[in-house]
Structure formats: C-alpha cells, structure tokens
C-alpha cells in the first residue's frame, strides 16, 4: 500500500506490480552472491537489504523511474546499468574482490554530466530493506521485504543489523538515518533532510540508511564513487584486501585484476560468428561465467535464490557445456566433490544442498553421473580420475540394473502392460510429474546412455569380464527401451515418441536428448523421432508467427536448436536461435530465466536469473551447430547448422566462422569459413 500511494520510483518496481530483473554478482565458486537488480538497486546477500542509487539534481531526487535505463556486460563480463536523464547521467556497475571468508563486492557509481558547464549532482546510496529478489520468488528463498532492526554509523561506513558493514572508499559529504518514523526516506531526500547524521546513533525499527555525496562534475565530464560491500557478516576490509584501497585509480587497478582473471578463465576457446544473430558469441562467454560464478564451491548450480542447490541433472548438463569450452577444471572439481553423496546401494541422490544428499528418487541421476564420468574421460583422458571413481560408476550402473529388473517379471508382461515392461520405474525426475510419477522416457533415455558409458568405461580399464557383463545388459534394456516406445506409441495411438508411457504425452524438449546426449536415433522409430520435432517446428512456428497466443515458454526449449542440426535441418536451428536471442531478459545481460513470460512486465515466478542450466542449454546447442560428435559412425561433423544467411551478412573473403580451441572428444578444434565472391564456401 505505500509504494502504491508513494510517488512512482520512491520504492522498487516491484512493489508496484511491475516484474523486474536482475543479475548475479560474485566470486568463481564463493558460496555468498549479490543480486544487481536492472535499475541500479544492490541485493548484499540473500534475503537481505539492497543499496539503491539516487540522484539529488537542480532539486530534484532522480530515481529509476525518471530516467531510462539500460544493462550491459563490461568487456569481461561485469554487469553495469546506466541511468540516461538527459543532461545527467549514472552508471553502476559492480565486481567481486578477495576470496573465502573476505570476499566482497565493489560497486562502482560514475556521475556524468553532460551539459557545457559545471554542475553541482548529489548521489545518494541508500540501504532500504528491500530484496532485489522480487516478492514473486516464492521457492527456498521468499523475495521482497528484508529486515533492518538496527542501523549504526561511522565515519565512512553503515553497519546494519550490527554485523553487515558498507564501506565508503571515497569521500562522504554525509550519512543519514531514518526511520519509518521519521517518513519515507527518499521523501526525506526529496525534502533535503535527514534526521541523523556524523556519527550516527542505534535506531528504531524499521530503518533506512544513506551515504550522500556532493559532487562538483565539470562539464561534459564525470565523477566516482565506490563502496565496500562484504558479503560475509562483519568479515570483509579493506585491510583484509590487503591495502586501504580508496582512490579511482586503486579502485580501477583492482577491478582490472579481477578482469585479468576472468580473461584467464574464459580465453580457452576463440568463437567468431559475425553473421550470426547480434550477441550469440558474446551470450556464449556470459553463459561460461554465469556457470562458474553460480557454482557453490565446486557444487554447479542452476541458481544462487531460488535454485541454491546442486542437482545432478543440472550438473551434468552444465558440464558438458563447460568441457567443450575449456573449463576441465570446475568439472573436474564438480565430479570429485558431488562423487562422495552416493548411496550406500549406488543410488546417485538427485540433488544435494546443505542438509546433504536429497533422497527423493529421481531415476535419471544414475545415468547422468556415468554420463558425466564418460564425459569427462572422453575429453581429457583423464584415467587417474576414472580409475578413482571406477567403483562409484559400477555401483551406480548396479543400481540402475536393479531399477530396470524391477518391470521384467511376469506381472509386467501381462497384456495392457507391455509399454512398462523392462524400463525404469516410474519417478518425478520431470518436474511435469511431480504431482504423479510417471514410467519417464527421460529417465530410461539417460539409462541407456549411463548402460553405454559404463560398458565403454570398463573396457577403457581393461576389465573385460565386467564390460561383457555390462553389454549384456545394456543390449536388453536397448532392446526393452525401443519395445516399450513402439507400445506405448501404439497403445495412445500418436505418431511421435512420448514423454512417458503412461500418458502417451508430447514433450519434444525432453525428446531432445534422445538425439543429444544420448545418440539414441537407431534406438527409437526413426520415423516417429522426425515427427515428433516436425510436431514441435509446427507449435514453434505459430506461436513465432502469432498464429497461436501464448503466456509463457521455458528456454529449455533451446536444445531443439541442437535436434534440428542433427534432423540436417540447419534453417529451422537457426530461426529457432533468432527467437529465443530476442527473449534474453534482459537482453544487455547476456541472460535467461527459467520462464519467459510474453508480458514481461506482468509479475511472475522466473526460477532464478541467470538459470545456468538454461545457459548450458544455449552453449551446447550453438556449438552443435558448429561442431558435433555423431557416435554411430564416430564422426565429427562440421557446421551443420551454419545455415547460408551467416554467410551471405559478412563480405565475400570475410570469416562468418572463425573457431579456435573449441574442446571435442577428438581433441582441439579450430577452422575457418567464408564464400568467395563466386559463391563457392571455404
């Protein structure tokens, strides 16, 4: 009710009903993150207050409703919004420093002003307990309100709730304090009055706290000011940085630092497609840092709110992205670090969070981590790590046998029950089975693909008694797998592959793996697989085209982009590129959700944002149109789905691909193509 009656821009969009956005702001596995939301406001921890910028300008407060505001990615990957009010303008951008116990975040707040003569701007940062987390994130952490009870002041430096620290490293003109006593706060700075100021004293709850400064910027020039944001209570300084860091130029060294690193981390592999949809390489490289930064520890993660939890699923996925990209080293660390949380009987937990391993069974998760050993093998040869998890990838492969033995007795041959006979029980690995499990075809697509891996696996070792074993049972489960698809597509009477047995339901973007990762096209009806994604080019087309209306669509939906490459229909990839690139929310950050929503402003549950697990989507399906493994006759197919336009935008002679580095089984990929003035492609 405040915000409402409160003059738009004195409190977060979302309060007002308005979805808004944000981005990820941290170290390469630390296990604490900060939200930038996309109109400026700082999330300092989860659950926690926000610092949100404020201009005070010919005697006005600027908020984000009074300007225009817009998101991009710094050079390496550094999030920034700029603030555009005409002869005034804002950038905040932010970075992490230090590690472990003293990681932190700097912001960074650059005043512009762009008129011919000098001119007086007030920059106000203000820590009000609000999330960036929008109230409509509802799952593992609630978003919108945050608690301040306290607020105590130095002389560059507010504490609240007596253990989180924001540090001013430049030049304060003043710290106020208020509290919902005293009025709104940004009233107050609209009023030009603060309540408390200097030294500050303990407040009333609820309370509000604000670094002003008095900028003098000259013309057509621009002033800055950083803060100190730890992001462990009371545990990050300037001196545990290692210096009393404070001027710009301090500030930028730092920032340049941290820069050189990431340049380190992302340089591995060199992508060049300047005829494809704007933005695709540099989405790449957001996706690879988005990956890394989401991670707790070695943990991969989908998310750092809502999804601040490590599956194994997610983790499988996202590294198979990482290792064509030439990030051996987080898969490496994932691999060892979840291997640890198998049961005792060899069940692969599906997830695993701070309580541990989650018990609930999800049965594609066996499969997934034999997948991921595999993977890993096959693009480093890695065989001390093979060796060192050869046990957990026996036990895992065990247990999936003894989940598929479960519909091979008589019961299941009765008539009626052939499309359930040799698979794998019904589970809710598809969160579209949650209310009910279901006998999912996803499940038993990752079963043959870990039956594969573990007969590959034994034989890399030498263990041919166990590898003979193991083809034994990976040929009947094959065999069982493509029996139960033709039962069950004859059962419900359709004409593509279904998403389970049960329900004869179509799901191309759980189909998808059919094709890639698991290479089961000799598997399943060739004929029923084609229409399944001639089905799904139908949907896409009018809801494209606004044939159909829609509300909402989950960019998981991006690995059709790598089905139709390998469907050797490379037009169809790309149109399918072009249309989620324009759904990226938002766009300047390189980033997507768990859910698109048509209406963005309208407000809804997202997931998380960035999604990695999305991400890693983007990168394998981009790189399969690049580049891919076709196992059934062990060949590396090259731009499969570099469709004629990419050409046709850059000049005759010009690289539309340049490619260098890029991982594959093989080894280190890298060519070059173009067309001649002729029309002939080299």
């Known amino acids: 009710r405040r915000a409402a009656s409160a003059p738009r821009g004195w409190y977060p969009r979302a309060f007002l009903g308005e979805q808004s956005y944000w981005t990820v702001v941290g170290e390469d596995g630390g296990r604490y993150k900060a939200l930038l939301g996309e109109d400026g406001a700082l999330e300092v921890g989860k659950g926690l207050f926000s610092i949100e910028p404020f201009l005070g300008y010919h005697g006005r407060i600027l908020t984000w409703a009074d300007v225009r505001s817009s998101q991009r990615l710094a050079p390496l990957l550094f999030p920034e919004v700029r603030w555009d009010a005409g002869s005034v303008g804002l950038t905040v951008s932010a970075f ?15 005043v512009e002003n762009r008129g011919d003569a000098p001119d007086s701007i ?67 700075l609209a009023e030009g009055y603060l309540p408390v100021s200097a030294e500050g004293i303990p407040n009333r709850s609820p309370c509000s706290g604000v670094f002003v400064y008095r900028l003098e910027v000259p013309a057509h020039g621009e002033r800055e000011v950083d803060i100190l944001v730890p992001l462990r209570p009371r545990s990050a300084s300037l001196e545990g940085l290692g210096a009393p860091m404070c001027s710009p130029a301090q500030i930028a060294a730092l920032e340049d630092s941290c820069a050189a690193v990431w340049r380190r981390r992302l340089d591995k592999v060199s992508i060049s497609l300047p005829g494809a949809p704007a933005g695709t390489t540099r989405t790449l490289a957001a996706q690879v840092a988005w990956m890394r930064i989401e991670r707790d520890s070695a943990g991969l993660q989908p998310g750092v709110r809502a999804y601040d939890r490590t599956w194994i699923r997610d983790g499988a996925l996202m590294a198979s992205a990482l290792l064509s990209m030439g990030q051996e080293d987080a898969v490496r660390e994932f691999i060892d670090w979840f291997a640890p949380f198998q049961y005792a009987d060899g069940k692969i937990p599906c997830c695993v969070d701070a309580r541990g391993a989650d018990p609930v069974p999800e049965h594609d998760s ?9 993977e890993y093998h096959r693009f480093t040869g890695d065989r001390a790590l093979l060796e060192r998890h050869w046990p957990a990838v026996r036990a895992a492969a065990g247990h999936l046998d003894r989940l598929r033995l479960e519909r091979r007795t008589p019961e299941w041959r009765a008539p009626g029950k052939e499309s359930f006979f040799g698979i794998l029980p019904p589970s809710i690995s598809h969160e579209g089975y949650s209310a009910k499990p279901q006998h999912s075809y996803w499940d038993d697509l990752f079963a043959l693909r870990g039956f594969r891996d573990a007969t590959w696996l034994a034989g890399e070792l030498g263990l041919g008694a166990v590898r003979d074993s193991l083809a034994a049972v990976r040929d009947t489960f094959t065999h069982d797998l493509a029996a139960s698809v033709r039962a069950a597509m004859a059962a419900h009477r359709i004409d593509y592959v279904p998403g389970s047995a049960d329900l004869g339901d179509f799901d191309a973007t759980s189909t998808t793996i059919a094709l890639t990762p698991v290479h089961a096209g000799e598997v399943l009806p060739r ?21 159909k209306p829609w509300d909402a669509f989950t960019p998981y939906e991006m690995r059709a982009i790598g089905s139709f490459v390998r469907l050797n229909q490379r037009e169809r990839a790309n149109a399918l590129l072009e249309y989620f690139m324009l759904y990226r929310r938002p766009a300047g950050w390189e980033q997507w959700p768990e859910v698109v929503w048509r209406d963005e402003r309208a407000p809804h549950f997202l997931g998380d944002l960035p999604h990695a697990w999305v991400g890693s989507d983007y990168v394998r399906s981009v790189l399969d149109m690049l580049a891919y493994d076709r196992e059934s006759d062990e060949a590396l197919v090259l731009a499969a789905g570099v469709p004629e336009s990419w050409l046709r935008r850059v000049p005759a002679g010009t690289p539309a691909v340049a490619i260098k580095g890029l991982r594959t089984r093989w080894g280190s990929l890298g060519y070059r193509m173009s067309r001649t003035r002729t029309g002939l492609v080299v």
């Open 366 to 374: 066996d499969g997934e981590f034999i997948w991921l050993i595999a």
């Open 122 to 188: 007030r920059l106000f940062l203000a820590a009000r307990p609000y999330q960036v987390n929008p109230p409509t994130q509802f799952l593992n952490t609630t978003g919108g309100v945050a608690t301040i009870d306290k607020i105590t002041t130095g002389v560059s430096m507010i504490r609240v709730n007596g253990d989180r620290d924001i540090v001013s490293l430049s030049p304060l003109s003043q710290i106020g304090v208020a509290s919902t006593e005293d009025g709104d706060l940004v009233g107050l």
């Open 527 to 547: 004929a029923a697989l084609e229409r399944t994604f001639e089905k799904y080019w139908e949907f896409f087309r009018e809801r494209r085209d606004g044939v």
């Open 96 to 110: 992490p420093v230090g590690h472990g116990a003293e990681s932190a975040i700097i912001a960074r707040y650059r």
